[in-house]
């Protein structure tokens, strides 16, 4: 695709349920990174996937958060037993390998009550 | 463990004003430093990417320079215009882990 793409842009849940975001990075990008944006809060880094090396989820907060990327394709970050503290902006970026020109999707707004 | 700082937190100018927006780190091993610029709601918006052998580089009325060295890298905007207003974020990828990292932005006002 012409960008990074992310799904759903807005996601609004009961505290306890469980959420998925996904992202579609730009086609040939090996590089994949979730980062976390509070509500005036800089960016918080959650987990780099890069080709089919074992990704580095040093950033994960919990054991509630988790994350898949199938091949250089799409990516999906998982959150179970959701808490208001999760709620937040969750970005999505990718690059050409690890140092290259990193591109960001327009984010998932996710709102726990 | 890389820490961006930039300064100032928050800006504002009079249209048609040149400002510098500062960056700065404390490992200078790095890969490369970007510049990003957030509007309200939005995600990040790529403005420029340095390589650590660069020390300039320039797109229209922006332009980013990178001291490694000293750690210090500063986003000039020429001839402010009040669509410039946003959050501008600086990032840099350094040597150790793979993750950018952030500063926390400077929010830049520019009234006309």
Known sequence: GAGVSQSPSNKVTEKGKDVELRCDPISGHTALYWYRQRLGQGLEFLIYFQGNSAPDKSGLPSDRFSAERTGESVSTLTIQRTQQEDSAVYLCASSYGSIGELFFGEGSRLTVL | ?112
């Open chain 2, 1 to 112: 463990k890389q820490e961006v700082t930039q300064i100032p937190a928050a800006l504002s100018v009079p249209e048609g004003e040149n400002l510098v927006l500062n960056c700065s780190f404390t490992d200078s091993a790095i890969y490369n430093l970007q510049w990003f610029r957030q509007d309200p709601g939005k995600g990040l918006t790529s403005l420029l990417l340095i390589q650590s052998s660069q020390r300039e580089q320039t797109s229209g009325r922006l332009n980013a320079s990178l001291d490694k060295s000293s750690g210090r890298s500063t986003l000039y905007i020429a001839a402010s215009q009040p669509g410039d207003s946003a959050t501008y974020l600086c990032a840099v990828n350094s040597n150790s882990g793979y993750a950018l990292n952030f500063g926390k932005g400077t929010s830049l006002l520019v009234t006309p």
